[in-house]
């Protein structure tokens, strides 16, 4: 929250009320396992773990993908060269 100056009581409660929802709706929370603590009351924490191992999963194959395609460029390339010579 930053420290400006409110402009009226009404303000105040605005930018409170602001970052109460932000706190409990938006701001990931590591204690929880980086979820939301409305998230957290509603139950979704499985559901959201379960999201973010999927997605994680699929990150980790591309990367030996990528990596397999990269090595065999490269296995090529060597090939390539002794030919050559």
């Given amino acids: ?4 100056p409110l402009l009226s009581l009404e303000d ?3 930018k409170i009320a602001a970052y109460v929802d932000h706190y409990n709706n938006g701001r990931l929370h590591s ?3 980086y979820i939301a603590p409305k998230d957290k009351l509603e139950g979704r924490e499985k559901e959201i773990f379960a ?6 999963e699929e990150a980790r194959e591309r990367r030996r993908q990528n990596a ?3 090595a065999c460029a490269t296995a090529r390339q060597a090939v ?3 030919e050559a010579a």
């Fill in 31 to 33: 204690v929880i396992g």
């Fill in 12 to 14: 105040g409660r605005r």
């Fill in 80 to 82: 390539g060269k002794e």
């Fill in 68 to 70: 397999m395609r990269r």
């Fill in 51 to 56: 999201e973010r191992d999927r997605k994680l």
């Fill in 1 to 4: 929250m930053r420290c400006t």
